[in-house]
């Protein structure tokens, strides 16, 4: 009897040890993963936008959740107002800003970026019987919208005969556009070809006219000197564009 309730007690030591093991490693494993909160301003489809069911949607969503899988850190989405995102972020609070963002020298004084995701540019968006406008340059004396504090906006003052007009969010400015308030409206390809030819709404009235006259490239930009979590991301999305995922990801938003 000894002898068995000896092996029984071995048994069982050794079950417990082994339960014991696999929780530390899970729970190691759970440690190990980072938590990073990033902030987008939600207002720029098929980037990133609201959808019915008040999720946050979109290219640039997607994009970092696989770069996320890819590269073993989790992402809390907090949506913020473009005119007080780059101030959040200055702050500490958020680790990171994902939000159709050009890198731009003058951004890179005061933000780290991310390697580049997407490569897009400025186009122009004028009403459909509109056969006169191929270029900024033709809407000299006429009023142009776009969304304050974007390259777009920094386009748009090289003409100075040309009365810019700023919104908050560039679905306002299709809004005035579509409403004969404004003439143009100039934004990211993406989203001017969403609006356009996508939206129910737009697409019978409005058109893209003329090139894209700019050439910009996407990235994520994190806090000045925060290496850890640049060095994060890059780590997803660069796994992330090697397996293709950001390809498949295009023809799911972007064609």
Known sequence: MFKIKKSILLLLIFVLSMFCIFSACKKEQASNTKKIVVATDATWPPMEYIDADRNIVGFDIDILKAA????????????????????GL??????????????????????DFTIPYVTCGQILVVKKENNSVTNLSQLEGKKV????????????????????????????AVEDLANDRIDAVVCD????????????KFKPILKMTGDIFTVEQYGI??????????????????????KGIDKELEKKWLK
Do not use: C
């Open 145 to 172: 919208g776009v969304q304050g504090n974007t390259t777009g906006a920094l386009e748009v003052r090289k003409y100075k005969k040309i009365t810019l007009k700023e919104y908050d969010e560039i679905g306002l």
């Open 221 to 242: 930009a994190v806090h000045k000197g925060n290496n850890a979590v640049l060095e994060l991301i890059n780590s997803g999305l660069k796994k992330v564009q090697e």
């Open 68 to 87: 996320g899988q890819e590269g073993g850190f989790e992402v809390e989405f907090t949506n913020q107002q473009w005119d007080g995102i780059f101030a």
């Open 189 to 200: 390809n993406p989203i001017a070809a969403d609006y356009v030819l996508q939206n129910q």
């Open 90 to 111: 200055a702050g500490g609070k958020y680790d990171a800003i994902i939000s159709s963002l050009t890198i731009t020298d003058e951004r890179k004084k005061t933000m």
